[in-house]
């Protein structure tokens, strides 16, 4: 049995509600419905008494709440147990954008430099990443829109300058019509783009990935928006691709964030060495 899903009866036994136990976790409401409705058949019996406006905890729930905490905080010790070995263990997680735009430069001197530790990455949504982060099932994350949470400190690592590109295309005749991609970066960055170039809004292809813009510009001519390619942690077979682009800068500057996510209450020496390192790089 996961023990998330006695987080998540434990969060619904403080709160007495599924919807703000699905706020807390960082879960839809149908997900926290279905992990209590899993417990109650591993159990074979209700754990809580549904009326129409509330939910009570049953006596069988009530038992099993000493217990659920027992586990989670067997399991925690665990964790800071495991902490301790020779061979740390660190899991770490980034959006796509954000692993082109630096992570992917990052990684091997991290790799490099801490030859102790162990690390474990992931390619996630922003939203994944709120929830992994709570549930600490990842230490750290980079993404490019800020991480909105009281529990994480979500800090700008660096920024990116952005350029209006222009593809030939590899399958297009000459004088063939010029398609405009729109990568959707984050509302504030959109909004500044859709106000230089309001082309933008009606674009053939709108993505929230570098990769799947790149491939359509590389297969057809393309006017899109991508990172300056002279940026120094930019990964480098995009930087490659990029060179072989037209480029155009901005009458106005237009940056794309990149933003290091932890929880405040973050306390492992070897997270916290990692994280300084990495800030250390991109200065």
Not at 72 to 83: G, M, N
Not at 236 to 251: I, M, N, Y
Not at 260 to 279: D, F, H, W
Request: a negative charge; proline letters at 4%.
């Amino acid at each position: 049995m996961d023990i998330r899903f006695l987080t998540t009866f434990l969060e619904v036994a403080d709160t007495r509600h599924f919807g703000r136990a699905a706020e807390n976790l960082y879960l839809t409401q149908s997900a926290v419905s279905a992990r209590i409705k899993l417990l109650e058949e591993y159990f074979n019996t209700a754990l809580f008494i549904r009326n129409r406006n509330s939910i009570q905890i049953s006596p069988a729930g009530e038992k099993l709440i000493p217990f659920a905490q027992e586990l989670s905080d067997t399991l925690s010790k665990a964790r800071k147990s495991l902490a301790q070995e020779e061979c740390q263990h660190i899991s770490c997680a980034s959006t796509q954008n954000a692993f082109l735009l630096c992570f992917s430069t990052l990684q091997p001197g991290l790799l490099t430099h801490f030859n102790n530790v162990s690390f474990q990455h992931e390619i996630a949504t922003v939203e994944q990443i709120t929830r992994q982060l709570h549930e600490h099932s990842i230490d750290f994350a980079l993404t490019t829109s800020q991480v909105k949470s009281d529990d994480i400190d979500s800090a700008l690592l660096f920024e990116v300058s952005l350029c209006m590109y222009q593809s030939n295309g590899n399958n297009s005749k000459a004088n063939s019509e010029v398609h405009d991609i729109n990568i959707e970066w984050s509302p504030s960055v959109n909004d500044k783009l859709a106000k230089l170039h309001p082309e933008l809004r009606k674009a053939k292809l709108r993505t929230s990935s570098i990769d799947v813009a790149i491939t359509m510009a590389c297969a057809e001519p393309s006017r899109l928006i991508l990172p300056n390619a002279s940026h120094a942690f930019l990964e480098p077979k995009l930087q490659q691709v990029l060179a072989g682009f037209s480029r155009s800068e901005f009458a106005q500057s237009v940056k794309v964030p990149v933003y290091l996510n932890k929880l405040k209450s973050q306390n492992n020496p070897g997270v916290q060495e990692v994280t300084a390192y990495m800030q250390l790089e991109v200065q």
